[in-house]
């Protein structure tokens, strides 16, 4: 049986509550107005606290830390198969809608429900293990997710036709129409290669390139010689 996967921008009610429904949705623009400027207040006091070269060193931590949580968060939480008729019912509200109707615009980032909550969760988590260089940590972290959130929803609707961007797209379309059990990465794919979930396409072009690369190498020498 075929798995019903809409190509339009179009929605479904997923609570009969009008107050929760309402919540459901999100404008994708919404997290960098809420999460931007916390960041950057955070970057300011803790560049002042521990100065610019640990502040950059922890940022840049906070960032990586991000990519793995979003590896983690969606391979393994996004990802998980319920048993339980409950469990099913819990996994469409939180991610499988999503690849039902991944071109709905209304619900391609994290809901402020669900993201201000883990925010604050991870900010007391960080400041118990990173004690003074926590704010840098964790405003490198927020860049990290906003950063993944605006992607995420430029992957489904802009064009990206070029470099970077045009391989983000691929990339994330190829979990989504391909193969689901790879390419868990959608800010990038460093964690996919680490723990080798990359799509086998991208590893068999990667090889065909290396082999005609060679083969150009290879007749070079022979006319050169």
Same mark, same amino acid.
């Given at each position: 049986?075929?798995?019903?996967?809409?190509?339009?921008?179009?929605?479904?009610?997923?609570?009969?509550?009008?107050?929760?429904?309402?919540?459901?949705?999100?404008?994708?623009?919404?997290?960098?107005?809420?999460?931007?400027?916390?960041?950057?207040?955070?970057? &300011?006091?803790?560049?002042?606290?521990?100065?610019? *070269?640990?502040?950059?060193?922890?940022?840049?931590?906070?960032? *990586?830390?991000?990519?793995?949580?979003?590896?983690?968060?969606?391979?393994?939480?996004?990802?998980?198969?319920?048993?339980?008729?409950?469990?099913?019912?819990?996994?469409?509200?939180?991610?499988?809608?999503?690849?039902?109707?991944?071109?709905?615009?209304?619900?391609?980032?994290?809901?402020?429900?669900?993201?201000?909550?883990?925010?604050?969760?991870?900010?007391?988590?960080?400041?118990?293990?990173?004690?003074?260089?926590?704010?840098?940590?964790?405003?490198?972290?927020?860049?990290?997710?906003?950063?993944?959130?605006?992607?995420?929803?430029?992957?489904?609707?802009?064009?990206?036709?070029?470099?970077?961007?045009? &391989?983000?797209?691929?990339?994330? *379309?190829?979990?989504?129409?391909?193969?689901?059990?790879?390419?868990?990465?959608?800010?990038?794919?460093?964690?996919?290669?680490?723990?080798?979930?990359?799509?086998?396409?991208?590893?068999?072009?990667?090889?065909?390139?290396?082999?005609?690369?060679?083969?150009?190498?290879?007749?070079?020498?022979?006319?050169?010689?």
């Amino acid at each position: 049986m075929a798995k019903f996967v809409s190509n339009k921008n179009e929605t479904i009610r997923l609570f009969k509550n009008p107050i929760l429904e309402y919540f459901s949705h999100i404008h994708p623009v919404t997290p960098v107005i809420v999460f931007v400027p916390v960041l950057l207040l955070l970057s &300011f006091y803790g560049y002042q606290e521990i100065g610019i *070269l640990n502040g950059t060193i922890c940022f840049a931590i906070g960032i *990586l830390l991000w990519t793995l949580m979003e590896y983690i968060i969606h391979r393994w939480a996004f990802h998980y198969h319920p048993k339980s008729e409950a469990g099913k019912k819990i996994h469409f509200l939180v991610h499988g809608i999503h690849h039902d109707y991944p071109r709905d615009a209304t619900r391609l980032v994290m809901p402020l429900l669900v993201s201000v909550p883990l925010a604050i969760f991870f900010y007391y988590l960080f400041s118990a293990l990173f004690g003074v260089y926590n704010l840098n940590i964790f405003a490198g972290f927020i860049f990290g997710y906003v950063s993944y959130d605006s992607i995420h929803y430029a992957t489904h609707h802009f064009k990206m036709e070029k470099g970077i961007g045009k &391989f983000l797209k691929v990339y994330h *379309l190829k979990h989504h129409y391909n193969d689901d059990h790879t390419a868990y990465g959608v800010s990038n794919p460093l964690w996919d290669y680490v723990f080798r979930t990359v799509p086998p396409q991208l590893k068999e072009n990667k090889n065909n390139e290396n082999i005609k690369n060679s083969e150009s190498v290879s007749v070079s020498k022979v006319t050169i010689e």
